[in-house]
């Protein structure tokens, strides 16, 4: 694909084929990766409410259509995120789904890179749940 450097990630994704691809790839990988089972539990049983709104807020977040924004209203994904247990492990579940799917999809490593640097620090920041008991020392050694 020839993009000019000047173009935005939506664009340098490919637009909404490029971006579905992806999305509906990092879907895919969440019913079968054994390292996303704990962020899989806490969708429902069909997945693709949730590929269609992570396609919708790409969209937006990358330079293309606010698909997100007209539809839903603001992203606010923490508050949205906060009724689910978010922990590491789902966390990083989503973001091994995420990470892999971007490789498969994504050919311009540039983007990629950028991709990565900030999907993240923002999937990292959903996390709710504390990664040690709130009163550690109560389960000190």
Known sequence: MNVSPEATPYQRIGGSEGLRRMTRRMYALMETLPEAAAVRRLHPTSLEGSEQKLFEF???????????????????????HLPFAIGMEEAGGWLACFHQAMHETVDDEALREFLWSRIEPLALHMRNQQALPLRWADNAP
């Open 58 to 80: 790409l969209s937006g977040w990358l330079g293309g259509p606010p698909l997100f924004t007209e539809r839903h209203g603001a992203p606010m994904l923490r508050a949205r």
